[in-house]
């Protein structure tokens, strides 16, 4: 405060005659509108807090004790040599009613709480909680102060209220957990204030940032002259350039289309109040300060053009007045609290006196430190009660049973656990257009599977469907993409590979053919491709069974990748079966200095019928070339005992496809029957859903054996009646 003092004597400044001038202005701009003109239009129905029953609070929120008054007496001191000093600024936020009309300082509304979840021992899962549980009020005028301020408990019981509202829970939470906090008032652009995200990206649809690529740091390395450049091949690249004009007429279409779709200039931009939380660095070792938006719960750097300054901020121990300029919004502020030309603080925390004075400036200087009083002051403990939350409101923190938020050409949907049966607790839809018409893409989010599924894409427009799974499935199922659970419509499935024995990774299958990727092989085979057949359309007719009723295999192909410890020329690269056309062909990898891989090919001899276990090999039925290899590895000897090799293994594959086949057609039946019989795990710590659980269990079984007991007394009635008309029957006769 001794740098307004100092300005007040020097004289004003053209630029305090204009913040004069346009102080002057806001104040009539803020008297010309009304409440209705300038309240935010808001979904959510109106809730009457007049009519909300205060008669069971505790005796602190309908009274103040003797150290509260004389706290309200300073606050009071404080803010007339405020208001006295810096006439233009706005009234601070200090002691407004509660909820029983009683005035209260707004640092003993503060309650610092551990609740005891560990989601809320970190300032995302506060901030996701409060933003989660609470529904947004708007301030019944966006450019003033509200006239109270309620308890935490109230807040949590009604579950709703406004950016105050949400900032005071927040910072309560987040003190309890020991981060160094506070409440912050100050003014944010219209968007912040009233909750649109419209123009913003989902959260859930960010790509992550690309990590820059360092530099090469050897400022020394040679430069090599640039590559000469034909003048002849630039003209005619301007020419094509010229011939794309229709495309870049398209892109300024698109941007003129973005343009109309940025919202409206603001009236009353810079002038609309909010309430968010600041967390200064240090403590639970936050590395750098930042800000939090209570609506959202989303994190906020301090120099984000979203929020357009500060009047004032508070903990509970204390009050600060930001003395900083704020034309330009948050992004040049010091948030250094001990520095007292950027921030007057109301309650000393040493011993000197405080620098406001009691008289006016006018007086001499005696009378001014006569004036001095003594603003150490400890502040009383806080009038609100503990703040609880069981566990099942904190398992089902929708009021309404579900929360959607639309975002720019998206819509996210939020659910509490075990609300839906299958366990869906958020979704993402995408859009083509921004009237959320058209749509392109669903993303789900699942907890609490036994299937252990926690995500599902849908693409819309391919209605391609695409599963992922935690470890630990049955079937090491990583992830599952299919447009249909019916067998050869087109299937991709990728496991948790480190858990197999065969280093499987990635499988894709379809009616002709399948795929197969491996990894960390000991053989350093990484894929193979199967050629599949159509089956024989007599016996399919005959209404045989698909798995007896294979499909033939036309051909297998393997690629392998270098062996370091064999010479290149044995060491195989690709590897093919044609199965039906009886022909094997070994490719080889290529040296430093070859250019033409080496290759042995085995042919079956025109004419000759094939015989089972017999391995005919002549000269005119393998062709072998190896330019570099010794010459054992060229005579016949060696290339039978390959063949035979080779003949071994391509039986060996013949049954490995089959298996392949078979485990894809368990793992459609395994999805179909988790898809038609979902079950949702219940932690063994969860005593209150576990009895649920059970007795929806026992409610199940009771159903069940009443109706298989009436189904049992039907078909005996049914039995004595036709006994009674057999008997009936053999009397006439």
Known sequence: MEALEETEEVGQTPEDANSLNSSDFLDDLEADITVEEASVPSDVPGFDWSSIDTSHLPSSYKTNSRQEKELLQLADHFLEQYTHLCPDRKPLFIHPVNECGVQKFVSTTLRPTLLPFPELYYWSGCASFVCDYLIMEPLKCPITLPSSLYSPTTILKYQRGNCFDFTVLLCSLLIGAGYDAYCVHGYATREMCSLDQTQEVCPLLRKPLEEPKEEDPN????????????????????????????????????????????????????????????????????????????????HHSTTDECFLGIESIWNHSNYWVNMQDCRQGCKDLSFDLSDSICWEIMFSESNEPSQLPTESPKKDTDDMEKGEIDMSFEMPLSWVAPIKVSYREYENPFSQGKKVILYNKAKLEKWAAYANGDGLVERVT?????????????????????????????????????????????????????????????????????????????RFENATEMTEYFVGREDFLHMR??????????????????????????????????????PADEDTEERIFMVIDDIIQLTYHLEVHDTIASKVVFCRVIGREKREDEIFLSRENSVTYKPWAPEKHRNMLYLYNLLWELRAEQKLLKQQVRDSEAEMLNILTVREHEEANIKLSVSMYNTARRGQQHEATVLKEEQKSSQSSLE???????GEDESLTHHTATNSS
């Open 712 to 718: 049992n007394k039907n078909q005996l009635i049914r």
């Open 529 to 566: 491709h199967i050629e599949l057949g159509e089956r024989d359309k007599k016996v399919q007719m005959a209404g045989i069974r698909t798995d007896a009723n294979p499909r033939p295999i036309v051909q297998i192909k393997e690629y392998f990748h270098r062996n370091p410890e064999k």
């Open 219 to 298: 400022k020394y390395r040679i430069k090599y002259p640039l590559e000469p450049q034909s003048k002849f091949e630039l003209q005619q690249k301007d020419k094509k350039e010229e011939e794309t004009e229709p495309g870049q007429e398209e892109e300024q279409e698109e941007e003129v289309v973005m343009e109309v779709e940025k919202p409206k200039r603001d009236p009353l931009h810079g002038l609309r109040v909010h309430a968010w939380v600041l967390v200064l660095s240090g403590k639970r070792k936050v590395p750098e300060t930042f800000f939090i938006n209570p609506f959202t719960g989303n």
């Open 430 to 506: 995408v859009y083509a257009d921004s009237d959320c018409t058209e749509e392109v893409e669903v993303k789900e989010w699942f907890k609490h599977r036994e299937d252990l599924l926690y995500m599902r894409e849908v693409n819309k427009q391919t209605q391609l469907i695409t599963d992922y799974f935690r470890p630990g499935h049955p079937l090491l199922l990583k992830a599952h993409s299919y447009t249909s659970l019916e067998p050869e419509t087109g299937h991709t499935v990728e496991y948790y590979h480190t858990a197999r024995v065969d280093g499987l990774w990635k």
